[in-house]
Nanobody
Framework: QVQLVESGGGLVQAGGSLRLSCAGS????????MGWFRQAPGREREFVAAISWTGGSTYYADSVKGRFTISRDNAKITMYLQMNSLKPEDTAVYYCAARNPGLPELRITTGDYTVWGQGTQVTVSS
């Protein structure tokens, strides 16, 4: 069974950095578009970033562009989210997700992703 597990969340002061990891197991991930989403209390889950099969293409939400960097290491079956210049409004549970194999488009809606991790909490204090 395909699974994703996030790690690296925590508490950080505004302006600080965190690096999230998403480890895959139980299947092939090298031909899956992968993404990061986040959900703050009382809000809908929202798109953060997506990355193509090889990592050659990326796409970011405007709110994180220039501060966050998505990357992947297919040999390690791991995806990353480097988060710099963090703001209190970045506080949320962060989820990694994968599309079905063979679909190359970078998508921003939750319904386009079929495998999800359990989430990791990121809290940014002011």
């Amino acid at each position: 069974q395909v699974q994703l597990v996030e790690s690296g969340g925590g508490l950080v002061q505004a302006g600080g950095s965190l690096r999230l990891s998403c480890a895959g197991s139980g299947g092939t991930f090298s031909n899956r578009v992968m993404g990061w989403f986040r959900q703050a209390p009382g809000r809908e889950r929202e798109f953060v970033a997506a990355i193509s099969w090889t990592g050659g293409s990326t796409y970011y939400a405007d709110s994180v562009k220039g501060r966050f960097t998505i990357s992947r290491d297919n040999a390690k079956i791991t995806m990353y989210l480097q988060m710099n210049s963090l703001k209190p409004e970045d506080t949320a549970v962060y989820y990694c997700a994968a599309r079905n194999p063979g679909l190359p488009e970078l998508r921003i809606t939750t319904g386009d992703y079929t495998v999800w991790g359990q989430g990791t909490q990121v809290t940014v204090s002011s």
